[in-house]
């Protein structure tokens, strides 16, 4: 980057959120780690700051299961909140089939998962504007491709969230603001942890059998890590990617099977 650019990254405690948040951190940019526990994100970016001594990290309190919060959680008016890179890396839902999901499940979903992360733009997108420089980065999953049966509701959320990204990079693309999804597969996450944990006790299996499995189907032969999603993401953050918007970038071994 050719000058030092703001990002805020959501759910930057763990997981792909911090190994996005660190990789940003590492090249520069002054990096915003966002938790629904204040006390939370300002430890990780202490321990990120102990890692990375030039780097400049913060951290806020950020609750996405209150989306009427948001705008004030950032200190945004009129849509001026001053970041020029944000990961959307907002909660999944919790597993279970289609056939016990029920209606406030699915409204309950939609105000974690996708109206947060629409207050979340509303609070960036003007300033972005503004300076016609701005990068929206959505942390998405492989069920966007392929619906996972014990992830329903996050699968059903998901595709909804995806279809609103690509219509705001239509809106946004003249405005020099890009925005694009990453698409992980198995990534050693504590979210994909509980799956497999899940998916053992259904079956009677260890969650260790059930990484084993899961591992023979990724042609790599191995989970990935969050660090490998954010090299991903801080290259798609960068001005190295002005050209690609409105597209989901998958990272995943090659275990997603369609083209």
């Known amino acids: 980057m050719t000058e030092r650019r703001t990002a ?26 966002a938790s629904r526990d204040p006390e939370r994100a300002r430890r990780t970016a202490q321990h990120l700051i102990t890692d990375l001594p030039a780097a400049d990290v ?3 309190g950020l ?5 009427e919060t948001i705008r004030d959680g950032l200190g945004a008016r009129d849509g001026d909140a001053d970041f020029d890179i944000v990961i959307l890396n907002g909660p999944g839902y919790r597993p279970g089939p289609v056939t016990e999901a029920s209606p406030e499940a699915f409204t309950e979903a939609y105000r974690t998962m996708f109206l947060s992360l629409q207050q979340v ?9 503004r300076q016609r ?3 929206l980065l959505y942390v998405s999953s492989s ?3 392929t619906p996972l049966d014990e992830l329903a509701v996050s699968s059903v959320v998901r595709s909804a969230v995806h279809a609103y990204l690509k219509l705001l990079a239509n809106a ?12 992980p597969g198995r990534i050693d996450t504590p979210r994909v942890r509980a799956v497999d944990t899940a998916r053992a006790a259904a079956r009677g299996l260890t969650p260790e059998q059930i990484r084993e499995e899961a591992e023979q189907r990724v042609p790599t032969g191995r989970y990935g890590t969050p660090e490998q999603v954010g090299e991903l993401a801080a290259f798609l953050c960068s001005d190295r990617a002005d050209y690609l918007t409105g597209s989901a970038f998958r990272c995943d071994g090659g275990m997603i099977s369609s083209l």
């Open 8 to 33: 805020l990254v959501l759910g930057a405690t763990s997981g792909i959120g911090l190994g996005i948040a660190r990789r940003l951190a590492a090249d520069g940019v002054r990096v915003t780690v």
């Open 58 to 60: 913060r951290g806020i």
């Open 63 to 67: 609750d996405l299961g209150r989306p």
């Open 121 to 129: 733009v509303d609070s960036v997108v003007e300033g972005m504007r």
């Open 133 to 135: 420089w701005g990068r």
């Open 143 to 145: 069920s966007v491709i």
């Open 172 to 183: 946004l693309a003249a405005d020099g603001i890009t925005v694009n999804s990453v698409v």
